[in-house]
């Protein structure tokens, strides 16, 4: 390809899923080569169109051309290098239900995490029955000893991640002197986790001339300069594709995912998680993203008894981790608390939320969380909370990223207590009618003793269920329970907050004034200097002395 090395292939597409009318025409599945068998299968997924990602890089795949694919998180990066390995394998009539015995791989696919090889593999598993393709998935954590046997009896496809790989090609379990393809998925991932060298050993150890023989694809949503050196010593000079679609464009996070930005107080977090959940998740699923395993199992814990979430990190064994997926996947619990390791490249259908805990370092983990949701034709939101001593993280993002935050204030009583009434609405509606006379007596009671309009009655009931019996006020600069924010408005320009604080003490007393400025959290002036923002505990603001 002419032209710089990052140079998009197709002008005509920003990355974002087809668009369902005129524009999925482009990308429809009948303008592609590929074989009916494959057609099939993806319509039985109702996939009805490519994703542009896959568009664009089926062509030199096809030819046989390596390819460096770059695409933001969610684009199906997956199905891009599937489907035109398993075109390959028809084209040259490798169909066959009868495979000799003992075969070495033809394809290996390497993963930076369990649950993204297993999904790989599963991809290949189920798109493979159109070529007969017998594949294996090996990962640590899981024995060792039924892997080795399933490649002594021979495989075509290999997934996995680079430590188990490593390991049985030190073992002699692996031999890929038969190797055709050879696949990297997530390589910015690889890089972060650690697995550089163990890569680079896999990529050096084949027996074949990898230069001519093999076609190497590399998949990315971002291209550290690790990525770039791989593809120089890696791909087969004047044969290769890049095809990237993000390029020199500043926003390099999903352009369907709201990027929100909530300012709190740590002690604050699982309360706070709650309330989003509750008021951002729609009912859907919901990932909560930590920094420590120790994190994620205290506030899986605290959580579990709100909105019923469950932990998943690499300290957990892999059969409950596993199980953890499984339940999430299938809607037994809707909120998962994760560490990056475990959720890097999990691809969930249905995440309507994602919450970081605290903004991550560097913008590439953002870039991977956030895009947990807003995944294929769908929209997504994205949370993170932020304390003052991170606010120079969320700087680095916005830059790195491209992206610009929506900053939003806590969710207030008012609008927990709208969705929950909106929720027990939808609840009563669905009750058995047949259950009114059984407690119809009990209504006319309460009604009589009460002495209120009925709506009012039938008001607080909704509040009981719903477990609002009071009323708890939140800051809307730090989210802290029981403090309330107020605004302060000047004629005059104020250069330093003092001046404020002078101004209240002389307007409510010495005595009084003083009181309530020893109780001010956190002022800021605003930007033109006539005004000052400030959080004071709810019931001592003294408003009522300011007007």
């Known amino acids: ?46 996939i009805q169109s490519l994703f542009p990602i896959q568009a664009l890089a089926l062509p030199p795949a096809l030819e046989g051309k390596d390819l460096v694919g770059r695409a933001r998180t969610g684009c199906g990066k997956t199905l891009a290098f ?10 040259k009539g490798e169909t066959g239900a009868k495979k000799a015995y003992g075969r070495h791989p033809a394809v290996i696919v390497l993963a930076p995490t369990r649950e993204l090889a297993k999904q790989v593999h599963e991809d290949f598993n ?21 892997q080795e046997s399933a490649l002594r009896r021979g495989v075509d496809v290999v997934v996995g991640t680079p430590g188990r790989v490593k390991d049985h090609l030190d073992r002699g379990s692996l031999v890929l002197d038969k190797l055709r393809f050879r696949v990297l998925d997530e390589c910015d991932e690889m890089l972060n986790m650690g697995f550089a060298e163990d890569v680079e050993y896999i990529l050096a150890h ?24 791989m593809s120089k010593k890696y791909l087969q000079a004047g044969n290769q594709e890049y095809v990237d679609l993000v390029g020199d464009q500043k926003m390099k996070a999903s352009t369907s995912v709201r990027h929100l930005l909530l300012p709190c107080l ?8 709650t309330d989003l959940v509750r008021c951002y998740g729609c009912q859907g699923r919901t990932i909560v993203f930590t920094d420590t395993k120790n994190d994620a199992n205290d506030l899986a814990q605290q959580l579990s008894e709100t909105v019923g979430a469950r932990a998943l990190h690499g300290d957990i064994a892999q059969a409950q981790r596993e199980a953890t997926l499984k339940g999430f996947k299938s809607g037994v619990f809707s909120v998962l608390v994760a560490t990056d390791v475990a959720a890097r490249g999990l691809d969930i259908t249905g995440v309507e939320l994602v919450v970081q805990t605290a903004p991550p370092k560097d913008h590439e983990t953002y870039i991977h969380r956030s895009g947990r949701t807003g995944r294929a034709n769908s929209t997504g939101i994205s949370i993170t909370l932020v304390t003052r001593s991170r606010e120079e993280n969320v700087v680095r993002i916005e ?54 309009e009925p709506a009012e009655v039938l008001a607080l009931a909704l509040a009981k269920i719903t477990g609002h019996t009071a009323m708890k006020r939140r800051s809307l600069l730090t989210s802290a329970d029981e403090y309330t924010t107020v605004q302060f408005r000047s004629k005059f320009v104020m250069e330093r907050p003092g ?15 003083e009181k309530m400025c020893s109780q001010i959290k956190r002022m800021m002036l605003t930007k033109d200097g006539t005004g000052a923002v400030f959080d004071v505990p709810v019931g001592e603001c003294g408003l009522d002395r300011l007007t």
């Open 1 to 46: 390809m002419a032209g710089a090395p990052w140079e998009v292939l197709d002008a005509l597409s920003d990355g974002s899923p087809p668009p369902p009318a005129a524009g999925a025409d482009k990308y429809a599945l009948d303008n592609f080569p590929l074989d009916d068998s494959l057609k099939r299968l993806l319509n039985d997924r109702g």
């Open 82 to 91: 599937t489907l035109p390995i398993i075109q390959q394998f028809i084209d």
């Open 126 to 146: 189920i798109m493979g029955r159109a070529a007969n393709l017998a594949t294996l998935c090996i990962y640590g954590g899981a024995p060792i000893s039924p």
């Open 206 to 229: 084949q027996s074949v001339d990898a230069a001519t023989s093999v076609q190497t694809m590399l998949f990315s949503a971002t291209m550290p300069s690790w990525v770039k050196e």
């Open 266 to 273: 740590r002690t604050q977090t699982p309360s706070l998680v």
């Open 399 to 452: 830059k790195r990223a491209g992206l610009k935050f929506e900053r939003i204030g806590a969710p207030q009583p008012e609008d927990m207590a709208q969705i929950a009434a909106q929720r027990s609405v939808e609840a009563i509606e669905a009750v058995d009618k047949e259950l009114i006379p059984m407690f119809k007596g009990a209504a006319e009671r309460l009604l009589s003793d009460l002495s209120m």
């Open 499 to 513: 001046a404020c604080f002078g101004f209240l003490r002389r307007r409510l007393g010495e005595e009084f004034g």
